[in-house]
């Protein structure tokens, strides 16, 4: 059974993945793998379908490089700040590129996760009634319970060419170990075809811990050692968030200048 292997982060993103995949980066409030996100950048990958229930900043600054050309999500923001000025431009006016939408609630994008980690076809669900989301998104469906006739909502499974999160560790055999809010990482994982973990460090031994997610390291492709890799997110027992970081972004990312100063100043001068 193949186990995780270690690698360099830019080896490990140049393997993993390709132009016109589908990738997701997931991590909620901390553990956003934003090194990953930006070694993505950096090699200038294109024509990716973004899968994240909570597109932020890093979704933002991926859509303004031109990485994206389709999203699948269920909420987009600056957390406590506001809106995603490249993602707007990008949807209301095709800058630098136009961007597909696929918008869910979170319910209908976690039960995907589970459905996709599960083997299963589809989702099912009671939710989405009274909403404009099933006028406007074809992959919600409804299904009538086989057994009690009841009508409910159905949504296909979630299955990621590669899912990308952080996490605080990992031991010398590719098992990694995450804790905190740990959102649908595991299940994002489990979903998806490949994976790549990011890591603030590698440990001898897993010392208890409560509420501990372990992965296997037969379920991770590869692990990339890289210390801070969620900044200006935080990982729990590591960092904390860089709150302004999120409110000097508004401003950078505001208009296209400004923003393309920033990509070759951080990301293409590098």
């Known amino acids: 059974m193949p186990s995780a292997v270690f690698t360099a982060l830019d080896e490990a993103v140049a393997e993993l993945v390709a132009d016109g995949a589908t990738v997701a980066l997931e991590g909620f409030t901390h553990l956003i793998p934003f090194a990953a996100g930006h070694e993505i950048i950096r090699q200038r990958k294109k024509d990716l379908t973004l899968v994240r229930m909570t597109p932020d900043l890093i979704y933002d600054q991926l859509i303004g490089a031109g990485c994206a050309s389709r999203l699948v999500f269920s909420w987009g923001g600056n957390p406590g700040v506001g809106s995603l000025h490249r993602f707007r431009d990008a949807v209301e006016h095709g800058w630098p590129g136009p961007l597909a939408l696929e918008e869910h609630s979170h319910a209908g994008m976690a039960n995907r996760y589970v459905a996709g980690a599960s083997g299963l076809p589809f989702a099912v669900l009671r939710g989405y009634t009274g909403t404009d989301l099933v006028a406007h998104t074809p992959n919600i469906k409804t299904v009538t319970c086989p057994f009690t006739g009841e009508v409910l909502t159905a949504v296909p499974a979630l ?43 590698v440990v001898p031994s897993f010392e208890p811990r409560p509420g501990a997610v372990v992965l296997p390291n037969w379920v991770v492709s590869r692990v990339a ?24 972004w508004d401003a950078i990312s505001r208009d296209r200048e400004t923003f393309g100063a920033w990509l070759d100043e951080h990301m293409r001068g590098e």
Do not use: C, F
């Open 225 to 248: 050692v890289v210390p801070g890799g969620a900044y200006p997110s935080y990982a729990d027992g590591y960092s904390v968030r860089d709150n302004d970081y999120y409110l000097a």
């Open 159 to 201: 299955r990621p060419d590669v899912t990308v999160i952080h996490a605080q560790q990992a031991d010398r055999a590719g098992n990694v170990r995450m804790w905190g809010i740990t959102g649908v990482q595991k299940e994002a994982v489990l979903a998806a075809t490949r994976s790549l973990v990011t890591v603030e460090e």
